[in-house]
């Protein structure tokens, strides 16, 4: 019988490398931005099989009216998305979550999001660090930037 496993944490890996809840996102039109949602699983502390049964999920929440090319595993959901101008103050998110297959309930364990922002001048700076296979990995906004 395979054992329970939960989530320990939650990561965006791709154009952002991020665990926490909200990471903006500047970008030129045309970008490509690559995201691969990750959740960490460990195995329960050798609880018996005796009471409720979860199947974990996590799913990409892909903005309104655009879909992205796609794939999903167990464990990640990686996507990829041409950026616009419609996607300017836009978020993603990343949900993980269970579901109890006794009571048929289903629980949401947390979520991250990138917000999208077009790069205009003066309106979204950022830093910008080069990295071996993504040509800009953003870190964020300068304080007080929109």
């Not at 909200?22 to 970008?27: A, H, I, N, R, V």
């Not at 960490?40 to 049964?53: F, I, L, Q």
């Not at 364990?109 to 800009?136: E, T």
């Amino acid at each position: 019988m395979r054992s329970l496993r939960t989530p320990d944490g939650m990561w965006l890996w791709g154009s952002v490398n991020t665990s926490r809840p909200l990471t903006d996102f500047c970008y030129d039109e045309g970008d490509a931005f690559t995201l691969e949602c990750t959740a960490g699983y460990s195995k329960n502390d050798g609880r018996k099989h005796t009471g409720p049964h979860y199947m974990w999920w996590m799913f990409v929440g892909i903005p309104k009216g655009y879909r992205p090319w796609s794939r999903r595993t167990p464990t990640s959901a990686v996507d990829t998305l041409r950026l616009t101008k419609y996607h300017d103050n836009v978020q993603l998110n990343c949900y993980h979550g269970s579901y109890n297959m006794t009571t048929h309930k289903q629980t949401g364990d947390g979520s991250i999001a990138v917000r999208f922002r077009m790069r205009r001048d003066g309106v979204c700076p950022v830093f910008r660090m080069l990295k071996a296979r993504s040509p800009v990995v953003t870190t964020g906004l300068l304080a007080g930037a929109k």
